[in-house]
């Protein structure tokens, strides 16, 4: 029996319409397998796990006054999870190969007249496979989608039910990625509602479901009035220094991911300067981009940059539910800064004056008010945050433990966002298996090689090890 069409969220409008000639707004992620595993077995899992949640089996229908979600009549799981071979270049490693498809698939558009997402099994990588997957962000945002791809996991079962009994018996179950940034970002979130009073909060309760009846309404007029004065303050954010990370983009895109770093280490680094562990990882990511601009013959002394990092705002044991609910909150990297330890305490200064924050709210409210808007007025009101950042920066936390697929060891992941408008840079930060990696997505034209800036992000992590290690700890103490 066929469903009915249930209306998408205005938010998860505002991303299906942010699709653009230069950036489309899908998620994209690499697995890497070992040993092999085939393409039988990983449809057979697929059938099994993923498709018990609806969206994966429903196609999006547009109208003038939003989207709907209607089962796919025609649903065929093989024009989902797709089956090749590794293609290498004369002179090209496996690594740049795997990474150039996977720079050609973020720039190749999902069919509409089929539900928006796509697994790509690649034979013969490292002795085994990888999996590149596209979900189109109109599905579900990082956090819900990591919950979803981890129940086709080995052992995997559905969400809720993992989330309730992991709450029971496993206190740690959030990894310390989600206790270290989500959960503070998100406790803030909490806050500027208060302060803001009851009215933001139910108004962001009826942004986030279609069926609550807003326009026309005097909620409505009272919920554009706080975004206007919202937006505003946004418009008088200073823009982004110039670097040659900023620029119009052509549309063409290069990934690259590096080798897991120890968590223990960068726990450690955080513990020893009083910092928290993202406090560390962003200081090094702002160091490898300096050193990146340095290399290319630009002086980024006294620059900064500033990233949208998305906020989660919904209750952790709820990652399961897919849609969008998360904020964008701006973050200043300090890319000029040579000295490791001062710039990390110059992250740790930029993350304290988030804290009171209600720019998460902003965006939510943007991005909601966004999805009603026709196509111009949206590309124009979401032109903003374009203006006021270089990149989109994420930090998702991933299970402690490796995780098996099919039987086979998932020795690595690495995942990446899309940026929205012009923006076009994308950083990944991603714990897994007890390694923190980083990765980065990045237009053609304004980097063509980001495997030298992720080349860049061990050596700055180390030279924070050794300095960290030379401070005179006895006069401190």
Known sequence: MTSAPERMSRVDTAWLRMDN??????????????????????????????????????????????????????FDLHRHVLHEGLHRKRGQGERAALQARVGELATTPLDPMHPLWQFHLVDGYEGGSAMIARIHHC?????ALISVMLSVTDGG??????????????????????????????????????????????????LSHPQQPLLGSLDMARTGYQVISDLAALALMPDDSPTRLKGKPVGKKAVAWGEPL?????????KALHCSVNDVLLACAAGAIGQWLRAQ???????????????????LDKAWQLGNRFGLAPLVLP????NPIERVYAVRARMNELKGSYQPLLAFGVLAVAGLLIKPMQDALLG????????????????????????????????????????????????YGGGVQFGLITDRRLCDRPQQIIDAFAPEFEKLLWVTLMLPWAEAA
């Open 262 to 270: 120890p968590l223990d280490q960068v726990k450690a680094i955080g």
């Open 384 to 431: 903003l945050f374009a203006k006021k950042a270089t990149a989109v920066m994420t930090n998702v936390p991933g299970p402690a433990q490796p995780l098996k697929l099919c039987g086979s060891t998932l020795r690595q992941t690495m995942f990446w966002v899309p940026a929205s408008g012009d923006l076009g840079v994308g950083v990944s930060i991603l714990s």
């Open 21 to 74: 000639d230069v950036n489309l707004m899908m998620i994209v992620g690499v697995w890497l397998i070992q040993p092999a595993i085939s393409h039988a077995a990983l449809c057979e899992r697929v059938a099994d796990k993923l498709l018990k949640y609806p969206r994966f089996r429903q196609r999006v229908v547009q109208d003038a006054v939003g989207a709907s979600w209607v089962e796919d009549a025609s």
């Open 297 to 315: 013959g630009e002086d980024p002394a006294g620059k900064e940059i500033r990233a949208m990092v998305p906020v989660n705002l919904r209750p």
């Open 139 to 143: 599905i579900g945002d990082g956090i």
């Open 157 to 206: 079962a559905d969400p809720p039910k993992r989330r309730r009994r992991a709450a029971a018996d496993d206190p740690h179950e959030g990894d310390w990625l989600a206790d270290a940034v989500l959960k503070p970002l998100t406790d803030l979130t909490v806050k500027a509602i208060a302060m803001y009073g009851g009215g933001v909060a139910k108004s962001m309760e009826m």
């Open 335 to 338: 890319i000029g800064i040579d």
